[in-house]
């Protein structure tokens, strides 16, 4: 079997919703009782406030509020990761320290976006954040919605530094991964969901999910059965679960739009969207279900 480096949160994580009221508030009961659930069911590490958390759209103060509630849910039984990034250094520091001071276990820091800042200065903007707090540190390489990729030789360089531990994977380039991977003992999460098990087998440490939000326990199961030889079911697994990643991750729609309207359709806590996403129709809502329902 592949060996692997450590994993710094656990295997599998959760990207967290961010649950609201119907008055599109912040609702701290349901984010604790989510949480808990998600923990119960599996997962080892939950990611709050990134993309899928809706961060653009939520405030520092109820970034810290967020922090603070889960890390007293699960009290211990998982890491809590929190998204502390934006295309402002200065503002990405102060929010890794309050995240730090709201508990938070780890920072999940996403690639200065809008600005397409060369690789020296994305270099210098982690470096900044690293700095700054205390916390270990994972870069968020989504090119897709930063319009800047990490560079395989900017993850060289980031690697030296004693607290960057990690990568959440979003570039869609498997080949310059496993490059990095190869030369450095960066944490290798997938990003993309479609991605879990084909990262995992090549050393990868896990996954930080969209799809856990509503699946926990079945995802996991696919890292399980790989770690206990059974690779044919670990394929199995992940097979199973490629219909409902494709209508959440790949019908056109944000993941925060379908995870939520699904959850909601389960009678979880989820509440509305914020502006400017829009909630799913009825006739998405309506496939989504019947796909997880096929999961099983």
Do not use: W
Not at 89 to 104: D, F, I, M, Q, Y
Request: aromatic share 4%.
């Amino acid at each position: 079997m592949t060996s692997r480096t450590p994993a710094p949160f656990g295997r599998a994580l959760c990207a967290m919703i961010t649950p609201f009221t119907d008055a599109g508030t912040l609702d701290l009961d349901g984010a604790q009782r989510l949480a808990d659930r998600l923990v119960t069911d599996g997962c080892e590490g939950l990611v709050l406030s990134g993309t899928t958390g809706e961060s653009p759209t939520t405030s520092d103060a109820e970034k810290s509020a967020l922090v603070r509630a889960v890390a007293d849910a699960v009290a211990g039984r998982a890491r809590v990761v929190a998204g502390v990034g934006s295309n402002d250094t200065r503002h990405t520091v102060e929010l890794a320290g309050a995240a730090e001071k709201a508990g938070a276990d780890g920072l999940l820091v996403v690639t200065p976006y809008y600005s397409k800042p060369p690789q020296d200065a994305v270099a210098a903007h982690f470096l900044a954040v690293a700095e700054g707090s205390g916390l270990p540190v994972l870069l968020y390489d989504i090119p897709g919605r930063t319009g800047t990729r990490i560079a395989p030789e900017t993850l060289l360089r980031l690697a030296e530094h004693p607290r960057i531990v990690g990568v959440k994977d979003c570039a869609y380039d498997i080949l310059a991964s496993q490059r990095v991977m190869g030369r450095t003992d960066l944490a290798y999460y997938a990003g993309c969901d479609e991605y879990d098990l084909a990262l995992y087998a090549v050393g990868g440490a896990g996954y930080i999910s969209t799809v856990a939000n509503v699946i926990p326990r079945h995802l996991r199961s696919v890292l399980d059965a790989f770690d206990a030889g059974d690779t044919a079911g670990a394929r199995r697994g992940q097979l199973a679960a490629t219909p409902l990643i494709d209508l959440m991750m790949a019908s056109g729609l944000p993941g925060t739009v379908t995870a939520k309207a699904l959850l909601g359709a389960l009678g979880l806590p989820a509440g509305p969207v914020r502006a400017p996403l829009l909630p799913a129709g009825r006739e998405v809502a309506d496939g989504l279900r019947a796909a997880y329902d096929a999961v099983g």
